[in-house]
């Protein structure tokens, strides 16, 4: 799995565009059904923060870096499968 850049925010404004750590606040978070996903990807390209790694030689092989994720949902909304689900963040899928 790719580690992200680690950075500290100073002030009100960020003057680098990167991934902070935010997995301590997110509400929500992606859940993937993998006997629907086909692993195209398309919530790795769509993911604005750049945390899921898709791995297609596994069958579990869609990866999230819970330390960035947001759970803003876009994964799911755009997953053409319709296989990721938001679920509340420490709940269990169903």
């Given at each position: ?69 947001k ?6 909304n ?17």
């Amino acid at each position: 799995m790719r580690e992200q850049e680690k950075c500290n925010l100073l002030g009100p404004v960020a003057a680098t565009f990167t991934s902070a750590n935010t997995g301590s606040w997110r509400l929500e978070r992606p859940a993937v059904n993998f006997d629907i996903c086909v692993k195209c990807g398309t919530c790795a390209r769509y993911c604005p923060a750049g945390i899921i790694v898709v791995d297609k030689t596994v069958k579990e092989g869609v990866y999230f870096d819970w330390n960035y994720c947001k759970g803003c949902g876009i994964c799911a909304n755009e997953c053409p499968k319709q296989c990721i689900s938001m679920i509340p963040e420490g709940g269990e899928q169903i």
